[in-house]
């Protein structure tokens, strides 16, 4: 099938690239009039054996061709919808994932400031307690001197 259709879209292409037979002609013959040319040329012999092809069959077999064409096209349609929802799905999964990476990075953000605080607190603390060790230390050191004078 595939040998197929890359022979139609050669021949396609072959008969888009061949020009007109008058474009041919006129440069051919430097641009004489054309039906000068034509009424110069003597009329095709007849053929001999021709071989004629009944007309209801080649309708058939040109419908068959492009219904086959037609089934060709609407499956390229689906396929290109379907590509189309499938990166419009990627393109939403991405925006959410994008924007919850944002939720936790401010979050994530908020409970290290939150941290920290605690830390410096915690520090303080201990630097109070210690103060106040050291203070009521102080003051029983100097009760004892003074109890014992």
Excluded: H, Y
């Excluded at 068959?64 to 349609?77: A, F, G, M, S, V």
């Excluded at 915690?122 to 003051?139: D, P």
């Amino acid at each position: 099938m595939s040998d197929s259709k890359s022979i139609s879209w050669t021949w396609t292409e072959l008969i888009n690239a061949v020009p007109d037979a008058e474009e041919v002609l006129s440069s051919i013959f430097n641009g004489e009039n054309l039906q000068e040319i034509q009424s110069q040329q003597s009329p095709p012999p007849p053929l001999q054996n021709q071989n004629t092809i009944n007309p209801q069959l080649a309708t058939v077999i040109l419908l068959e061709e492009t219904e086959e064409e037609q089934k060709k096209k609407k499956i390229l349609i689906k396929n290109r919808a379907s590509a189309a929802r499938s990166r419009a799905r990627k393109l939403e999964r991405i925006k959410f994932l994008e924007e919850q990476v944002e939720t936790l990075k401010e979050e994530n953000a908020k409970l290290k400031r939150i941290i920290l605080e605690e830390t410096l607190r915690r520090r303080c603390q201990k630097i109070q307690v210690e103060m106040i060790k050291e203070t009521t230390a102080k003051k029983l050191k100097e009760q004892r001197r003074t109890v014992s004078s």
